[in-house]
Nanobody, 125 residues
């Protein structure tokens, strides 16, 4: 079993930055991919970014490309999401997720086996 704990959310003005962290503990081997999803009130959970654990390949949804950066620290079993140039539409609960298997696509929640509790990000205009 893998436990995921997110941190780093908060309130920020539009144009500002936040860095989310997700620490994995427990039986972290094998983790193939870690990702970030978000869910705004009244909306479905949507994919934000993912990174493969070994090769470090990254994937982003179009709306965050050029603004968000996902990275990992294998030694700390931690994945980060650096969010710059934040917009009010980025407001959501952000969830960290971990998947045990590689896939052709990482956009879908069913690829992931473990989920964190979520951290709130609020961007004011």
């Amino acid at each position: 079993q893998v436990q995921l704990v997110e941190s780093g959310g908060g309130l920020v003005q539009a144009g500002g930055s936040l860095r989310l962290s997700c620490a994995a503990s427990g039986r972290t081997f094998p983790i193939a991919v870690m990702g970030w999803f978000r869910q705004a009130p009244g909306k479905e959970r949507e994919f934000v970014a993912a990174i493969t654990w070994s090769g470090g390949s990254t994937y982003y949804t179009d709306s965050v490309k050029g603004r968000f950066t996902i990275s990992r620290d294998n030694a700390k079993n931690t994945v980060y999401l650096q969010m710059n140039s934040l917009k009010p539409e980025d407001t959501a609960v952000y969830y960290c997720a971990a998947g045990r298997y590689y896939s052709d696509t990482y956009d879908y929640p069913h690829v992931y086996d473990y989920w964190g509790q979520g951290t709130q990000v609020t961007v004011s205009s």
